[in-house]
């Protein structure tokens, strides 16, 4: 059990109407976190066969997973503070059904432009769905049961990391890439009937009667428009004026986001928070602890499935060692965290993160999974027990009267860790592999000629697809093939390296943390 979950949901303030029928309401809410966890693992495995079905490049393919973290990352705090004044079972239920019912538009639209709209519009009802969650359990258990309650709304979360690649592949190879949206449409008909049975409405009766609408707006814009400049720098270059533009212009209005909140007497996020050095860190920590996951997941399941021919299942199959790793880590990371303090897990978490990638370096088109797993295992391993340890950072170093803003920019930072992990390491494959294309074509046996006539491929290419050339004698397509992978593999190696970097530099930074004053502390009973 992860005890930073129970300091969190510990503080949250005193709730009106308590009661109702709690372990029903345990299975409603662990379904909505379940539900939302599910969607962000599965469509990993579903992104070849949409690239393929609706021609999607891998910028393409990075904003549908983008949109969905960016909205979710951008109004988690917000998704809070309405269950507050309106009532948490209300939002959460708004959130469910919002949630269900852009999950079937996906499948329905048919376009990628579609399909990445109502992403970003599924990340926003995810945000009114996941912050509420523990809120409503800490109104509807008593102190005694609290902490099992948590303990499996906490392992909800991770069973969905886990069966995420194995439900996405069984539906992508049985059914269709559709098919991995379609099943939130009967978990939410459950979610619902169990809620509207068990949960009883709470608010906070130390409620905010205004809400920071210019600082949500800013942060929104701002983080917008610094991701979709790194996604976009692969394809207009990292030096032009629209890349600058956009990231230099997300900058300028993060700082104005920050100054809006130095002024405003109710701030979305009050940057009190960020003068205690240990909780900075931590949550630096929490965003390069998810940079590495999500960008290692994206780009592993594009090796498996295109470069050495695995169908969607078999796949996720094989990502399973990381799921399983990580949910063993931790738990087991939380207690060590409670004996020692956070700093020590925290950077072996990292360094052992560094290592898989490293790890990873290795592997060829023709590598044999035991190339893959054991750097799996020792990648879940990492990020297990950064999970758990940067939880006690964050929360532990913040005044009880904000734990529950601080579980707010927790989940901030992890959300904002996936978005760049694919952006920015999609744009380092990108490039490295347009750079070095016609090269390893040349290399494999493919005219000069032939390989920069496929140089504008290279998106393709950096998905790990080689394209066919109509009329091509066999012998040369196989070398294209050959090539096109090699240059896919460079690609990679290369994002790795990045990724490894900045996981050494985040363990560097995390030797800075100490365990927090107000660790364990709680002024508010729970009833």
């Not at 005193?14 to 599965?42: E, I, R």
């Not at 599924?122 to 912050?131: D, T």
């Not at 069966?163 to 992508?172: K, S, Y």
């Not at 169908?311 to 399973?320: K, L």
Request: net charge positive; with cysteine; proline share 5%.
């Amino acid at each position: 059990m992860n005890p930073t979950a129970t300091r969190a949901a510990a503080a949250v303030p005193k709730l009106a109407n308590p009661g109702g029928h709690p372990w029903w309401t345990l299975a409603s809410v662990a379904l909505g976190v379940f539900m939302v966890g599910l969607d962000g693992s599965v469509v990993v495995i579903a992104n070849p066969k949409i690239a393929a079905d609706l021609h999607a490049s891998l910028s393409n393919l990075q904003w549908i997973t983008n949109a969905y973290l960016l909205a979710l990352a951008t109004l988690l705090v917000l998704g809070g503070k309405l269950g507050d004044r309106f009532g948490r079972r209300l939002i959460f239920m708004v959130g469910v059904i919002g949630f269900a019912a852009t999950s079937v538009g996906i499948g329905l639209i048919g376009s990628v432009s579609g399909v990445i709209a109502l992403r970003a519009l599924q990340g926003v009802f995810g945000a009114l769905l996941m912050p509420n969650t523990l809120a409503i359990l800490r109104a509807a258990f008593p102190a005694n049961k609290l902490n099992a309650a948590i303990g499996i709304w906490g392992g909800a979360s991770a069973v969905s990391v886990a069966a995420g690649p194995i439900i996405g592949g069984i539906l992508v190879e049985h059914v269709n890439w559709e098919s991995v949206f379609y099943v939130n449409a009967p978990i939410a008909v459950i979610t619902v009937a169990f809620g509207l049975f068990a949960i009883r409405e709470s608010r906070s009766e130390n409620r905010v009667e205004t809400f920071d609408l210019p600082g949500t707006a800013t942060l929104a814009v701002s983080l917008f428009m610094v991701v979709y400049g790194l996604v976009k720098a692969q394809e207009w270059g990292w030096t032009t004026g629209k890349t600058l533009a956009f990231i230099i212009g997300g900058a300028v209005l993060l700082g104005v986001f920050v100054i809006i909140e130095l002024r405003s007497r109710n701030p979305l996020l009050p940057m009190r928070l960020f003068t205690n050095r240990s909780l900075s860190i931590g949550s630096v920590v929490v965003l390069v602890n998810f940079f590495a996951m999500f960008g290692v997941l994206f780009f592993l399941t594009l090796f498996l499935q295109s470069v050495q021919g695995f169908s969607p299942i078999e796949a996720g199959v094989r990502v399973v060692p990381l799921s399983v790793s990580l949910m063993v880590a931790a738990p087991v990371g939380g207690l060590i965290t409670e004996r020692i303090g956070p700093r020590a897990p925290m950077v072996a978490g990292l360094f052992a993160a560094a290592a898989a990638m490293a790890l990873l370096t290795r592997l060829e088109p023709g590598s044999s999974y035991s190339t893959v797993w054991p750097a799996l295992v020792l990648l879940g391993l990492g990020i297990g027990f950064v999970m758990t340890s940067s939880s006690d950072a964050i929360i532990g170093n913040a005044d009880v009267d904000d734990a529950g803003i601080a579980g707010g920019l927790q989940s901030t930072a992890l959300q904002l860790g996936g978005v760049m992990g694919t952006a920015i390491l999609g744009s380092v494959m990108s490039q490295k592999v347009g750079a070095v294309l016609i090269g390893k074509l040349a290399g494999a046996g493919v005219p000069i000629p032939v390989a920069e006539h496929l140089l504008p491929a290279k998106e393709y290419v950096a998905q790990g697809v080689a394209p066919a050339v109509p009329g091509m004698p066999d012998l040369v397509q196989r070398a294209i093939v050959a090539g096109c992978h090699e240059a896919f593999m460079t690609g990679l190696h290369s994002a790795l390296w990045v990724g490894m970097g900045v996981l050494i530099v985040g363990a560097l930074f995390a030797s800075g943390v100490r365990r927090g004053e107000n660790s364990g502390k709680s002024s508010v009973p729970v009833h």
